[in-house]
């Protein structure tokens, strides 16, 4: 007997739906792109619950006639490649003619359209790819589609989505990102009845401007250079921000042919651009354009990846970094050198801009002083200090000479401030350099973190609550931390959509800005979303570390400084700061005797 059978198309259908739709933000996407591949000037999207009870988008684009209409829910049906050959000249956003057949296979999907030169439209139903209703309708000129109850009929996959906050982070996203690449086309975008972006017609200026907000507006006009370049194996364009725009959060974007891509090794290249301009850990916006020939790239990917591989990258990484190095230099914030003339001339510019880019403004708190507590003292572990120098040292290192830890005990440390910020301390055995902002923020975050973990923020109530306005984008990252941020000591009333009253603080942060530090950490939570609760609470206690912590430089009495190496001896790991910067160093008796 055989047993090979052909599947149903309807199972076909879900079983290819689970690799183009796997959220409310494909269906977006997928949507929005045929809209736009149908012309349209103006796109509305609507959501509601996150997009897993709809997602509908209205469009005034072509339209589609009654046949059209039917044929495209069927696999592989699409107007816009013929032949294999069409692969490589591709304009249009979609051809595979998958989205419509995956979607209607995991959801209850509705659609009006009607072309410009059709009396009547056509209504079509359909769920879990059966055709439920097909009759004329009046509608206006366009395309309407509603997609409703995503993965009803899959409810292995609806458990597989994340929280409401998350998924609609990933509409937002998606939304963003193709609003980015069309400034000709007027997007509105509408959560819950609530509009949260209303996009005019306009430059790819103000595009961005409109997409990143009021908060960002002076940033966008002011601080972003255009970049423009042509060559025979790549156009790009779009804008780069000068060196004081940097920040933690800022945006990078690149699209390539009205695509958003990731693209780690282009972003090298315009961090190349910017060597030596940027204030540590800060990272100029950019919105890069790229137009290359579509053979030149794989067009073949997959539809929901956002890698892009493109032919010629070595050939790309150079024109990218000069581009925009162009634009820093013609801005002059890059040091030129005139050989011609025989001089050398570096515009104080660069040094303003260093000197004008934001830092985090940080107030050190009069009400808490984290070294007047006395502390048991705990034994710092010398030897294992020196053990890695050891093994660092090619040549066999002579007899070490451990300090013994009884005499430790009894000896003070003797710390010393050095050079603005720094440490030493010395023994018999070498001198040890501790860098004392480093120091600090390694302890608070120690404590901050168990404080988290227990639940148990030790919080400081303000006399005047502080506001906290939030955009569209940070809200429903601000949504996913309020937990966390309540069990560090925050509290937080929300008093209408977009705004919090901060009614109480952290004890660390006492008399510091509350909004600037909440800020500072919904930049790094954003920074690259993620659903682990404990990278999260990462984010959270290192920002609120950094933003406590004492100041580089901050004069410190020897009391203080006894009790800071004390504290941060006692931790189970000291050498290193959370985010990995060195804390101690050691220049041993062997390294002395080398520099003389
Ligand atoms: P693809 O976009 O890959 O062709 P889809 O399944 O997304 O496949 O769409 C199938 C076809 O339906 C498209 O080729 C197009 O002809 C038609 N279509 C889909 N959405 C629209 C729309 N909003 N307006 C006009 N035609 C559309
Ligand atoms: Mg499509």
Request: proline share 6%; glycine share 4%; charged share 20%.
């Amino acid at each position: 007997m055989d047993i090979i059978r052909l599947l149903p198309d309807s199972v076909a259908n879900q079983i290819a739906a689970g690799e183009v739709i796997q959220r409310p933000a494909s269906c977006l996407k997928e949507l929005v792109e045929n809209s736009l591949d149908a012309g349209a000037r103006t796109i509305r999207v609507l959501v509601r619950d996150a997009g897993k009870t709809l997602v509908q988008v209205i469009d005034d684009g072509s339209g589609m006639s009654t046949s059209d209409a039917r044929m495209a829910f069927e696999r592989h049906a699409t107007s816009k490649i013929r032949d294999a050959q069409d692969l490589f000249h591709l304009r249009t956003m979609g051809f595979r003619g998958e989205a419509l057949p995956s979607i209607c296979a995991v959801a209850q999907v509705k659609m009006t359209t009607r072309r410009e030169p059709d009396e009547v439209g056509t209504l079509l139903e359909i769920a879990g790819s059966q055709v439920q209703k097909q009759e004329p309708c009046q509608c206006p000129v366009g395309t309407s589609i509603q997609v409703q109850n995503l993965f009803f009929n899959v409810p292995a996959r609806r458990r597989f989505l994340k929280s409401d906050q998350t998924e609609l982070r990933n509409l937002i996203t998606t939304f963003q990102h193709i609003a980015l690449v069309y400034p000709d086309v007027a997007f509105t975008f509408a959560a819950d009845d609530e509009i949260m972006y209303d996009l005019p017609v306009g430059t790819l200026k103000q595009r961005i401007e409109g997409v990143f907000g009021k908060s960002k507006s002076k940033l966008f006009t002011s601080q972003l250079l255009e970049i423009e370049q042509q060559t025979e194996l790549v156009s790009i364009r779009g804008f780069v921000g000068k060196p004081e725009a940097a920040n933690k959060q800022a945006q990078q974007l690149f699209f390539v042919n009205g695509r958003f891509m990731r693209h780690p090794y282009f972003h090298k290249a315009v961090l190349q651009a910017y060597a030596g301009m940027l204030p540590a850990e800060q990272l100029p916006p950019y919105f890069i354009y790229f137009d290359i020939s579509p053979e030149l790239i794989d067009v073949n990917v997959h539809p929901t990846k956002t890698e892009i591989k493109f032919a010629d990258e070595q050939s790309i990484f150079p024109i990218l970094s000069a581009t925009v190095r162009a634009a820093l230099g013609k801005f002059n914030v890059v040091p030129s050198i005139d050989f011609l003339g025989g001089d050398i001339e570096i515009p104080v510019a660069n040094d303003q801009m260093r000197a004008n880019a934001k830092v985090p403004q940080i107030h050190t708190s009069t009400g808490y002083n984290p070294f007047t507590q006395e502390r048991e003292r705990v034994t710092p572990h010398w030897q294992e200090l020196y053990e890695p120098l050891k093994h660092a040292a090619q040549q066999p290192a002579s007899e070490p000479q451990p300090l013994e830890l009884d005499d430790w005990n009894k000896s003070p440390l003797h710390p010393q401030s050095v050079a603005g910020g720094y440490i030493v301390c010395a023994t018999d055995n070498g001198l040890m350099l501790v860098h004392a902002r480093r120091a600090h923020i390694t302890i608070l975050y120690d404590r901050l973190i168990a404080q988290l973990q227990s639940h148990h923020g030790v919080s400081q109530q303000l006399l005047f609550p502080e506001q906290l306005t939030v955009s569209a984008e940070e809200r429903p990252v601000l949504e996913t931390l309020l937990p966390d941020l309540q069990h560090i000591g925050f509290e937080l009333e929300k008093v209408a959509v977009n705004q919090y009253d901060i009614k109480a603080l952290p004890s660390v942060l006492t008399n510091q800005n509350a909004e600037t530090s909440i800020r500072a950490i919904l930049a790094r939570a954003s920074d690259s979303p993620t659903d682990i609760r404990e990278d999260m609470q990462h984010r959270i206690a290192l920002t609120l570390a950094q933003s406590a912590a004492i100041p580089m430089g901050k004069a410190m009495s020897e009391a203080e400084m006894t009790n800071l190496l004390t504290d941060l001896f006692a931790l189970p790991s000291y050498r290193v700061t959370p985010d990995g910067k060195t804390v101690i160093t050691l220049l041993d008796a062997e390294e002395i005797a080398r520099r003389f």
